[in-house]
């Protein structure tokens, strides 16, 4: 099981990524979260298995979005099965 959290820095408020980090999930078997952050930024946190995350990022980063990021900061964190699907946070 692999659990990461990224932040997203850029223009990435206000051009869909949320949803669109959705969207990319639900072809993964994959749970988490993703929202804006006041200072501008987009958090993500998903869970799975190392090969599921691994691809549902490379797939965020090559996706529409990627003209949006200009930094990606991972990292691993300790999470249990919380999530039930993939989420939007406000």
């Not at 190392?50 to 990292?75: C, K, M, P, W, Y």
């Amino acid at each position: 099981m692999n659990a990461t959290r990224v932040f997203y820095e850029g223009r990435v408020q206000g051009v869909g990524f949320r949803w669109t980090a959705r969207k990319i999930a639900q072809g993964y078997d994959v749970t988490g979260l993703v929202r804006n952050l006041p200072d501008g930024r987009v958090e993500l946190q998903v869970s799975g298995d190392d090969e599921e995350v691994n691809a549902f990022l490379t797939d965020i980063r090559d996706s529409v979005l990627s003209g949006h990021i200009t930094t990606e900061q991972r990292e691993k964190i300790a999470l249990p099965n919380a999530f039930k699907g993939f989420q939007i946070i406000s």
